[in-house]
């Protein structure tokens, strides 16, 4: 089996899911061939493990669905969802929906309420000084000339995603967005030359959303990129690279604040579009003569 990690898993050792695979290391002595296999693999590439089926990682590493589960309690867990569970772990990730670390048990609303709205001031601060102008520009001339745009994300993403396909459709762009991956990659591989493909994702390293950016980028398509950083998967794929920056958070703040600054490098890329064109305007006024009274 090939040793190389697939997800280039940082070898510090201050990395808590490095010592983690340390622990699992020491547990995986005397294995049968089977079963150590599955260790293999988990050592190897232990995101693929977290993040997949008993099937699939049977399947990848040789073995019966049923040595999985043997595997995962040989080094010491109850079965294979408690070993995924303990991955999630050691990579944070099982505090994205928790409440930030800031606030205790004993939080009142009001420190609850300063809390949120203090991530997402930060997020706008952040953003002023990180979205590049001349990428809005960019991105707004590419959504313009465009026969069609498809928009993608996933989580919590997927909610800017539909924003973006709302606010675009409202100024005349033939905007979708598909939740189904395999019908989004169906999608993107049909796109002629100057169609646009928008991927949202705040980390730049979702699989499903690089994946159709990864389509997007090898056939005629132009990719804008909605992330947090550059240098991930997503924004080094990018033609067009709308970065929102943003200071290091516990999982679940930073995720708030990034939608945030997410919705609002939308906004702006609507309103550049709008600006340049008079007649997106007048078919924007025409969307909007359905909707209530909001003076």
Known sequence: ???????????RADDPLTRWLGTVRARSGALPASEAKVVELLLADPLFVGTGTTAQVAARAGVSA??????????GYQGF????????????????????????????????????????????????????PAAVDAAADAVRAAGQVLVVGAGTSAAVAADAVFRLRALGARAT???DHESAMIATRLLHAGDVVIAVSATGRTSSTVAV?????SGDA?????????????????????????SPLPAQMAAAGSRLAH???????????????????RLADRAGIDLPDIS
């Open 222 to 246: 132009t990719l804008i990129a909605i992330t947090d950083h550059y240098g991930t998967p997503l924004a080094s794929l990018a033609d067009v690279a709308l970065v929102v920056g943003g």
């Open 1 to 11: 089996m090939d040793d190389k990690r697939g997800n280039d898993v940082s070898s």
């Open 263 to 281: 919705l609002v490098t939308v906004d702006a890329l609507a309103a550049a579009l709008a600006l340049r064109d008079p007649e997106r305007r």
């Open 66 to 75: 049923p040595s999985v589960v043997r595997a995962a309690r040989a080094i």
């Open 213 to 217: 950016a990864d389509a997007a980028n």
């Open 81 to 132: 969802t408690e070993l995924k569970l303990e991955i999630a772990r050691a990579r944070g990730t099982t505090e994205f929906f928790a409440p930030s670390a800031a606030l205790t048990e004993d939080a009142t609303p009001a420190a609850v309420v300063e809390a949120a709205v203090r991530t997402g001031h930060d997020a706008l601060t952040a953003l002023a000084g990180a979205l590049d």
């Open 177 to 179: 967005g598909i939740a």
